[in-house]
């Protein structure tokens, strides 16, 4: 699915038009990528979490036998990590649902 292709599923879903939905979902990535790029993870409760970390340098050789060795340096990369009951329906598998609360007897006065 294409950025035009979201949109147009935004506007059908919540019945507004293409050009709201485009606004609302720019705003969406902008405060995503702004929040982000500031070093604060944004978690969306049963979607998942973004965030960015410090990916590790490391040593590599060009080469089988060869003894010259080059360093990656340490960089920031942004991981997304999704929730369980994103995993859950991308494997077709029903999330459990949400245990409702024993309801309380009346009180009678």
Do not use: Y
């Amino acid at each position: 699915m294409i950025k035009q292709q979201l949109v147009s599923a935004i506007a059908k879903r919540t019945g507004t038009e293409n050009h709201e939905a485009t606004k609302h979902l720019e705003a969406t990535m902008d405060i995503i990528m702004r929040t982000v790029a500031n070093g604060e993870p944004i978690w969306l409760r049963g979607f998942g979490s973004f965030q960015r970390t410090v990916r590790k340098g490391k040593v590599v050789r060009s080469g089988p036998g060869l003894k010259v060795a080059s360093r990656i340096p340490d960089r920031m990369v942004v991981v997304f990590k999704p929730a369980d009951q994103f995993k859950a329906s991308v494997l077709g598998q029903a999330p459990e649902p949400a245990q409702a609360p024993a309801p309380t007897p009346a009180a009678h006065f």
